[in-house]
């Protein structure tokens, strides 16, 4: 039996706000080893957007982190020192839409305010090495990331509002 090597899971999720205006966005991602090693990142952007291009963003943020990751880098490497290499990315989220684009084998498909994002996504899941799969999860699975996302939609919030 072959033996199995630990995968990251990548969970990601995005918040924008406030309702009447639509023009500030929260995300999160937090980045899982199967051994308990765990990185969180958040932040918030005033930009006009939707909620999808939040979550993407949340994404495409955890991705970047994961590339400069040195010690997970050393752990990805075919060439590293590592005993155990990492073989699998799984990326997870609760956005059907954001879901659904990764698992699109025709970005023809992508609407064009998303596409930058979804080749943005793709390249740097590609750049990883990896292998890769992706898979929605429900909203209490990715709690932890939901409510980073919007603890940082309420701060760009309340600096909005203290800069105003």
């Given at each position: ?54 979550e993407f963003k ?62 943005a996504a793709l ?16 909203k209490p699975k ?23």
């Amino acid at each position: 039996m072959p033996e199995s090597h630990p995968r990251i899971i990548l969970k990601f999720d995005g918040s924008n706000g406030p309702t009447n205006e639509w023009d500030r966005i929260g995300w999160a991602y937090l980045i899982e080893l199967e051994d308990g090693l765990a990185v969180r990142g958040f932040g918030h952007e005033v930009e006009k957007s939707s909620a999808t291009v939040a979550e993407f963003k949340g994404l495409l943020h955890g991705l970047k982190r994961l590339q400069s990751l040195k010690r997970l880098r050393t752990r990805l490497s075919a060439d590293g020192q590592a005993s155990d290499p990492v073989s699998t990315l799984l990326v997870q989220g609760d956005s059907v839409t954001v879901i659904n684009l990764l698992t699109q084998k025709d970005s023809s498909k992508v609407k064009k305010g998303l596409k930058p994002l979804y080749t943005a996504a793709l390249k740097l899941i590609r750049e990883s090495g990896l292998s890769w799969e992706v898979q929605k999860i429900s909203k209490p699975k990715n709690k932890e990331c939901h409510g980073l996302a919007s603890a940082e939609l309420e701060a760009c919030l309340r600096e909005s509002v203290s800069n105003s």
